[in-house]
């Protein structure tokens, strides 16, 4: 903030509106920032960790770029490290990456400190210089202090509390997570002390609340002896007993009759994957809704894709032709009187990282966005998740009769699927660990006929909740839609002509969708993440020489519907650059790894000193990625780093149980291109 205010202009302002624009997430994790973030005025400790993992964002493009990349490096690295320290369930893997991402936290602290900070002259901001001078007034009213703002230089890397993070890992093997023992558990019990000390007179209040304290503890120790049950009691008992009783009865009697009741009380166990009411009060006839929403821009192939979508989980998607579903299949689809029934949320149940059972509630209104398992495993990306935003949730009772038809899709069947608009990943914005930025999406292009922006999901499929962050340095566009009411329903969307242009995913928006990103929970299983997976997250790559940043028009589809020729082509050309480039790769790798004795002429490595991706791309790969987007405006500048060391070099033997297990041609390659030995 004093970086900000020192920079001048409007940036605090900007920033501070950035803060207020900031969309919630779950159930009161991330709540609205309605006061002036800069200021820091009524906090709570939870207001802290929200900023932390949401400024990253917030902060871009604010400060000049070699500064901005040094901050947002910090900022990652930042939340990173929280990420971990936090975390309720660690294996040998995450503490390993614990100990190395600690490393490169405290790398980044003294790039900051060395680097960013002289070039600043820091002081006081406004709101401290006030209280400053009011604390001094109010000790001594005689003294006039100076109202002038004292010069404050950034100290933080020279006190015991960052020396002593580092231990961290250690403790935590030695004595759990720390969640046992850190300050938040003394905070939680904070709670109860004010509400005894709000029944106190006030004066010598501490033994009050002792003794308040010591009344409750025994009260509760003589309750637990007791078997007594006061009538109070007995009667919610009954009350509980009379609604189960109901439910019992409402589901046999749904059961036999095989016919859906409406508003029939049926909650779902937690076993079952998602969870939508039984309610059909809110139902219409689709082609006079079509009608009635003709000129929206997201109704286009509305029923065309209902239709594949019904197909698809009769028959299954392994018997979808190549080229998709024929007419004689998606004639044989039939909707009961052409009728859908719309619900406001859906629950989706899941089991987190750390084996306890979690749910998120889905709304089209609040929150909205969702995260899916990838089916392209060999995408260029490696991309293992899908993004979507949700805008309507229906059921609908169907039955398939085309062909491929058995008896058992010729009866009426309940369908629940959702209508989705489908995000796609930023290819030539760089994201990911290695790199130390969050991933980069956007909306797939509702003018490229060759994509699919709209679509249906099985709610099975949903993975989980997931917090997208607008990229508010990048702003909005109205390119990729015409103006659609149904496509943007978000409360937070305020127009129905513009879209945010980027959109950032909140890798640590809570701790299971950290590990989701990171890999290795014990919870999840292997799915999307694995365990080798999160052991290349420990290392991160130089940005030595000049980079490109994000040029807007490099996106993949994260559908699953096939990409256009055109595009094909372009992606396959670029692979064909990349592979001409191995063979130069493959002689830095054999050159730095072959006996003294048996090295020529060393080739030349200074073309591979920009290395991007974990598979060891060459310059030529970055260029095809950054030409895909070159017919479309860049709004985004080329940055310069100069004295980036590579940060996964510097071994101090705590890296080695996790490089050691890393694919060998991968860190070779990386290693050399940099001109280092491999390991």
């Known amino acids: 903030m004093r970086m ?41 400790a939870r207001d802290y960790e929200a900023f932390l993992i949401t400024i990253m964002p917030a902060y871009e493009g604010l400060l000049d770029l070699p500064d901005d990349q040094t901050v947002a490096d910090l900022l990652f690295e930042l939340a990173n490290w929280h990420a971990l320290a936090k975390l309720r369930l660690h294996t040998e893997v995450t503490l390993d990456i614990f100990r190395i991402t ?45 109202s002038t703002r004292k010069p404050i230089a950034f100290n933080v890397h020279n006190t015991y509390k960052f020396h002593s993070l580092g231990d961290y890992p250690d403790y935590i093997e030695r004595s759990g997570p720390a969640d046992n023992y850190n300050t938040q558990v003394g905070e939680l019990e904070h709670r109860h002390v004010k509400r005894f000390y709000a029944r106190t007179n006030r004066v010598a209040y501490e033994m009050q609340i002792a003794r308040k304290e010591r009344k409750r503890s025994l009260l509760a120790s003589i309750r637990a002896k007791d078997s007594f049950q006061p009538l109070s009691a007995l009667k919610q008992d009954n009350k509980r007993a009379k609604i189960a009783t109901a439910e019992a009865h409402s589901r046999s009697k749904l059961s036999s009759s095989g016919t859906p009741l409406s508003g029939a009380p049926d909650p779902s166990p937690p076993s079952e994957h998602y969870d939508i009411e039984k309610s059909q009060r809110d139902g219409f006839h689709v082609w006079s809704w079509l009608e009635d929403h003709e000129a929206d821009a997201a109704t286009k192939d509305f029923m065309n894709l209902l239709r594949d979508h019904l197909v698809r989980r009769f028959v299954g998607s392994d018997a979808e032709p190549e080229d998709g579903f024929s007419e004689q299949h998606t004639s044989g689809i039939q909707v009961l009187n052409d009728r859908l029934y719309r619900h406001s949320t859906i629950h989706i149940n899941y089991t987190t990282y750390d084996m306890r059972r979690e749910q998120d509630t889905i709304n089209p209104r609040t929150h909205a966005d969702i995260t899916l398992l990838s089916s392209h495993t060999d995408d260029d990306n490696n991309a293992p998740f899908w993004y979507a935003r949700v805008l309507s949730i229906f059921h609908a009772h169907v039955r398939y009769t085309g062909p491929g038809s058995t008896r058992t899709t010729h009866k009426w069947q309940r369908i629940n699927f959702v209508w989705v608009r489908w995000f796609e990943r930023d290819l030539a914005y760089s994201s990911g660990f290695q790199h130390r930025r969050l991933p980069c999406l956007q909306f797939m292009d509702a003018n490229d006929p060759d994509n699919v922006p709209f679509g249906f999901v099985d709610p099975d499929d949903i993975i989980q909740l997931t917090y997208l962050i607008p990229a508010f340095e990048h702003g909005g566009t109205t ?40 890999g290795g929970g014990v919870g999840h299983r292997g799915v999307g993440v694995g365990v080798e997976d999160s052991r290349r997250h420990a290392v991160r790559l130089s940005r030595r020489g000049r980079a490109r940043k994000s040029q807007p028009g490099s996106r993949v589809a994260n559908t699953a519907q096939s990409l256009g020729r055109d595009r094909c082509d372009l992606a396959s050309d670029s692979d ?43 310059e030529a790969g970055g260029e095809a990625q950054n030409d895909v987007g070159a017919e479309h405006e860049s709004d985004r500048e080329d940055i310069d780093y100069e004295d980036d060391e590579a940060d996964a070099i510097e071994g101090d033997g705590r890296e080695s149980g996790v490089l050691e297990e890393l694919d060998d041609g991968f860190v070779d390659t990386v290693y050399a291109a940099e001109g280092f030995a491999p390991l």
Request: aromatic residues 8%; glycine residues 4%; charged residues 35%.
């Open 102 to 146: 600690t490393k490169h936290m405290y790398e980044a602290i003294r790039t900051f400190a060395q680097q960013t900070c002289p070039r600043y002259q820091t002081k006081e901001l406004p709101s401290e210089a006030t209280a400053r001078v009011r604390r001094a007034k109010t000790m001594n009213a005689h003294t006039q202090p100076s």
């Open 4 to 44: 900000l205010a020192e920079k001048g202009g409007e940036a605090v302002e900007e920033f501070n509106s950035r803060m207020r624009r900031m969309p919630t997430f779950g159930r009161d994790r991330i709540r609205r920032f309605w006061h002036d973030v800069s200021s820091r005025k009524r906090l709570a």
């Open 576 to 618: 064909s650059d990349s592979d001409s480039d191995s063979d130069s790769d493959s002689d830095v790798v054999s050159y730095a790894s072959a006996p003294e004795s048996e090295r020529g002429e060393r080739p030349d490595a200074e073309a591979d000193e920009d290395v991007w991706s974990s598979e060891g791309e060459g």
């Open 479 to 518: 390119d990729l839609l015409g103006p659609s009411k149904l496509a943007r329903r978000l409360k937070d969307d305020g127009d129905d002509d513009d879209d945010w242009r980027y959109f950032y995913v909140c890798m640590w928006a809570n701790r299971d969708i950290y590990m989701r990103h990171l």
